[in-house]
């Protein structure tokens, strides 16, 4: 034994090792890595139920030989696993060798002396654990090490970053103290002229850094530990996923020697179950859709624009939904489209203006509700009907509670769809603001269904609750339908509440139902746990519920839901299956190239609601043809272009389940009509009075006469902020906030006047514009000379407004007084800046389609953009097609690597980008200004060209984003079939 493991080894791995739960540290050789190991002198007795990794950061050490033997020529990491009685695990892809600092001869040295110890450790324990003495392992372990020491490999698995000196050092120091069995590395250290003298003075230059190494292992495995002292009367496990350890409900008993049997016996009915090829069956496959014939769909959404809109991902399915409802009066019934979205209540503060959701019981009515939403001095009201009520138990893994959850439907007033409104009595969706304020997607977290809780984060609200029980509705739905039965009688317009035959996803917030109806199902009707009407009719399980076809509409990569308590949303969405699930069988497609994408229900070692979407959605389909095409390019790579999902998107659009299909914008909305004039009028008291409709025939006079009104307001406007009399809430521009000091007393018929409106975040370039004004204004004198600079006005809401365009209006200098920056979310103002300017501004670092060029092309506003996403394929580009031009296109932008800008490096880099990016929007202003005061006919001409545009959602039979949609979710259509029959005969 003092042969194999020398008691200056013990006292080293005693000394020095951090001592972590459970006290013992074996390396993970089923991978066939192999780190320092440790063993706590005074716990080997426990070894065989205390195995654990400890990673020392970076170093991996790999073996190309299949095995080493010993003693009697078994494998040792055979005999070992035996004796152990542990499953092997399929090893990750193993990174390309990186450049480390250190020369092959240091690393293999190293490598070498590691792994004489780690071997010796290990014949050691089967030694003790088997009583026997294992004489000649020694020499045995001599002869193979001096065969094999040359074929050590260090790969450093974190990309880029170089191998830490401190590992090197711990892992000399293991090797000196190693004894005898250190000794044959250390004699193949000398054949590469490395002393010992050497290895151990590299050891102790970095001794400081070794008590840094110790902190951080010992305060990860605290974390660890932690799990393991889970207050919960509920019975868990811990289970660590991607390197991560969580505690997680579980109907399994602490694995032991005793039930063995029974836990292998779980694991391959798991197996049979058919759940780990979820994924695979869909991201490598198209998987095959049955034809829906009048399928009722439910769309789950966290926003509706009636209700509750915090951006476009608002807009979309309630479009969508009017749309198919369209089709069906005009073409015959295709599909039945449900809205089912959180019962917000609550009250809020936006842009100043107080706002509020309620909902009241009307007094004689049994089953009616008055459902308040809105401005609280004018809100808007909708009567509800009370449909479906059912307690829904809710397990975070440390208390169990039981949420009575009701469903109130009723038609939306303006959109004339149907909405369910999920209400859970816990509060779980109450949108009153706490005292935890952050900032999310949207700026701040004052306002909308983002607003943060104290005890519950946006994954948790929209994939442990409303997902969930959005699913089990459609559970209790689909058993009641088996039986003939409704949940309540009909109600209002004939309606009675089905269960869904197809599920479209709205983004991040509703990809967890994925996820419940492909993992949940199966388990739950393996233990007998679903509805009797279901346990006798499995083909309805399978095919109605765990194989759904559910669609995923992509808004925006960027948002993946991944900031949340990973291990409470877990228990939450999964319950008692939860650890079963994670572990056993959310298994993502293989090989996506990259190690972090190995769940479905993660990326890495954190949550992410979207891949759970994008592994596990029938079909995916992004908000424009060319975002698709971004989110698939390996070569775009940025924020928003996909990220750390970037390989699904790829391999998804390379198999065809993938499909960009351009938002529509209902043109007849967006236009400026007698209506909408009047609108304006009674908005800015009368100002509005001389505009007309614009059209083709009398573009030029209308769009004059928008321009004059826009200026009367914001001259207005301007002078009542002047006249202390005027109080704020009788300003002409509503809840606006002034945070520039224009001068708008200059502006005339003449003034090129551009505007840019839209949601103050990030991503909306607002840098970036003020970067190329600054460019522009300062050149401008040169290069148009004697012409008037043109006026800008900025209006937004979100943190991107004092955080970029506020904070950069100083680099504009004597010519910031041509810019003027209103916080607000006014619609009004926002259509009158649309009609009433020369051009309109969308400098998005990114933008997945963009709805506002919809809304400026009608109005005949040309539009100046950045060349991403769905502006190319929304908006015709002047130096690609000068004849039916309706703007103008940068050149492709450099994606951003990053928001965070807290690291001087990150700045560093966000500066070169931004500045390169505000040249290529400069000269893109540049260009737009060229034809406006050198070619007006031409600028007239594009004007027209853009009111005629027409981005509706249906354009004929058959044509269209609404078709392409039905076609998606292969609904049964008379209309796409003669569409087909007729492409058929062409061709």
Known sequence: MPLILSRSLIVFFIDHLPKTYPKTYIFDFTVKKFFILGVNFFHVQVLSDCIQIWDVKNMHINFSAKSLHFGSNQDLMTQFMTHKNSAAVTPPPVAPPQESGYSKKDILTVGGITAAVGLSAVATIVSLRNGRALKNIGKELSDELAKKIKEVQVTNTNTGSKIDKTNIAVAALAGVLGGKAADVAINEAKEHDITLDSIVKHAETARDKIKEVKDTANNAAATAESAHKLNTPFRTRTVELNGKHFRLLSTRDKISEGNKTANARLDEIIKNMGVREASSKRVDEVSKLPVLTNPRIFIPTSETMEFMKAGGIADVPVEIAQEINKINKEYGQHAEPELWTPLYLGTQKVSGTDVTYSLVKLPGETEKYEYTYGNTASPNKIILEKVFEKKIPVNDGTKQEYDK???????????????????????????????????????????????????????????????????????????KAIKGEQYLPKGENNYTLKPPDAIMGNDWQAAPMAALTRYLTPFREQANELPKELLENHDIVQKQITDIPFFMLIHNAQHQGVDGDTQKTFNQMFGKYAADIAEK???????????????????????????????????????????????????????????????????????????????????????????????????????????????????????????????????????????TSVQPGNRIIKGAMLKSKPDTSVLTENTPIFSFVGRGEDQKGLDILMQSLAKLYKDFDTKYKGKEKPFVIIQAGGSAVDNKAVKMLADLGEDQKRVMILDTRNTSSGRLLKAGVDLFMIPSWFEPCGLTQGEALPVGTLVAASNTGGLPDTVVDYKKDKDNATGFLTEKLEPLQYWDLNRADHMQEYSRVLDANAVKYKATLGTALDVYYNDRPHYTKMGINAVKTDLSWNLGPGKGPIWEYIELMNIKSPVIERKKKTEAAKK
Not at 425 to 440: P, Q, R, S, Y
Not at 454 to 464: K, L, Y
């Open 405 to 479: 959850v009701v469903v109130y439907s009723g038609i939306g007033p303006k959109s004339g769809v149907r909405h369910n409104f999920i209400h859970s009595e816990l509060g779980k969706f109450d949108i009153t603001a706490k005292k935890d304020l952050k900032e999310n997607a949207y700026g701040s977290r004052e306002w909308g269904p983002y607003v943060s809780q104290d005890d519950m984060d946006e994954p948790e609200r929209f994939g442990g609750i409303f997902s969930k029980y959005a699913y089990e509705i459609g559970i209790d739905l689909k058993a």
């Open 585 to 723: 069988s959310a298994y993502a497609a293989p090989d996506l190239g990259w190690n972090e994408l190995t769940n479905t229900l993660m990326v890495g070692d954190q949550m992410n609601m979207l891949h759970m979407g994008t592994s596990l959605a029938d079909r995916l389909a992004s908000v424009s043809i060319n975002y698709g095409k971004e989110l698939s390019d390996q070569s775009v790579n940025g924020v928003g272009f996909g990220e750390r999902l970037k390989n699904v998107f790829t391999r998804r659009y390379s198999k065809g389940s993938l499909k960009g299909i351009t938002n529509g914008n209902e043109k007849a909305k967006n236009m400026l009509t007698e209506n909408a004039i009047k609108g304006l009028n009674k908005e800015f008291n009368g100002y509005c009075d001389k505009m007309i409709p614009i059209r083709e025939d009398n573009f030029v006079e209308a769009k004059k006469q928008a321009k004059l009104s826009l200026i009367k307001v914001l001259q207005t406007y301007t002078d009542q902020l002047k006249d």
